[in-house]
């Protein structure tokens, strides 16, 4: 690797609740660099989850996330000319990255209604533990669990 590694950016806290994390959910949802129109999605599917729940939205949010954080993943590692699937652990960073990929990849394949109402009803659904995003964990997880012999490939 040439040079030395970028440095990683100082995130600034959203202005609404002053979270790092809702700041980069609200980084996540933003297409072609329109943060005002992301902020306005999260923050009304905010508002949508307060009524929904009566709870505070930024404690399902917290919730979800660490329902659908995965603990193991699957690499392909090539060892004397086969491919094998090698369950490893997902650091801390990636597992955040990856959960919150999920919810919206679940929240955007949903059809019909405008896109605060599908994330909120993601997070809700995640939070309790049940939907798309907390199913494709349990998939990768399975995955990794099955791939268990392999795990002596892993460095």
């Keep these: 690797m040439r040079g030395k590694p970028a440095p990683r950016r100082k995130l600034i806290p959203d202005p609404r609740y002053g979270s790092e994390q809702v700041a980069k959910l609200v980084n996540y949802v933003m297409r072609d660099g329109k943060k005002t129109t992301a902020q306005a999605v999260v923050y009304d599917?905010?508002?949508?989850?307060?009524?929904?729940?009566?709870?505070?939205?930024v404690d399902v949010y917290d919730l979800a996330l660490k329902n659908v954080m995965p603990s193991l993943e699957v690499k392909s590692k090539r060892v004397g000319g086969a491919n094998y699937q090698v369950p490893m652990s997902v650091r801390g960073e990636r597992r955040f990255v990856l959960a919150l990929r999920w919810i919206l990849i679940a929240a955007r394949s949903k059809k019909g209604r405008p896109m605060a109402q599908k994330l909120a009803d993601e997070l809700i659904a995640a939070s309790k533990n049940e939907g798309d995003a907390v199913k494709k964990r349990l998939d990768v997880q399975k995955m990794a669990e099955a791939n268990r012999a392999f795990a002596h490939f892993a460095r």
Excluded: A, N, R, S
């Excluded at 599917?45 to 939205?57: N, W």
């Design 45 to 57: 599917c905010f508002d949508l989850i307060k009524q929904k729940t009566k709870l505070e939205p």
